[in-house]
């Protein structure tokens, strides 16, 4: 089956992974951010759910997490995919909806943070290609400035 970009989603695998994750970050193809959401909670702290900058290697992202969630150690189920799609179709297809209803009975707190974080990653999404067609950093234009 082909969709917006010719990528077909798994979705049934996808929701697996959305069940399963302790830790996931998800990737987009117009522009470096990742959303990042860690599942995990303790009497101290609930899930996280932020927008991150890319790493080289997963070991950086393990550097990462222990910085920032060091209570937790290291996760036992650590996930990352790029999204193939838009982040609108990303949305409205409410692909992330089993990790959404995780987050729902961990915290309300994080379930919203969920919605804003996809919000900005909409907004990077629209700034991105609108920077595309300008010609705009790092994007390249065949069009010639006048």
């Given at each position: 089956m082909l969709t917006e970009n010719g990528i077909a989603v798994d979705y049934e695998a996808l929701g697996e992974l959305l069940r399963r994750a302790d830790v996931l970050t998800i990737g987009f193809t117009l522009f470096p951010a990742r959303l990042l959401v860690d599942t995990r909670t303790n009497d101290a702290d609930g899930p996280l759910v932020a927008i991150v900058g890319p790493v080289a290697t997963v070991q950086e992202r393990y550097l990462w997490l222990g910085k920032h969630r060091g209570g937790?150690?290291?996760?036992e189920a650590f996930s990352f995919f790029v999204w193939p799609h838009t982040v609108k179709s990303l949305v409205a297809g409410d692909a992330?909806?089993?990790l959404r209803e995780r987050l729902a009975t961990a915290s309300d707190d994080a379930e919203a943070a969920l919605a804003e974080m996809l919000?900005?990653?909409q907004r990077m999404e629209d700034e991105a290609i609108v920077a595309a067609v300008k010609g705009d950093e790092p994007w390249k234009t065949v069009w010639r400035r006048r």
């Open positions: 937790f150690g290291a996760p992330l909806a089993p919000e900005q990653i």
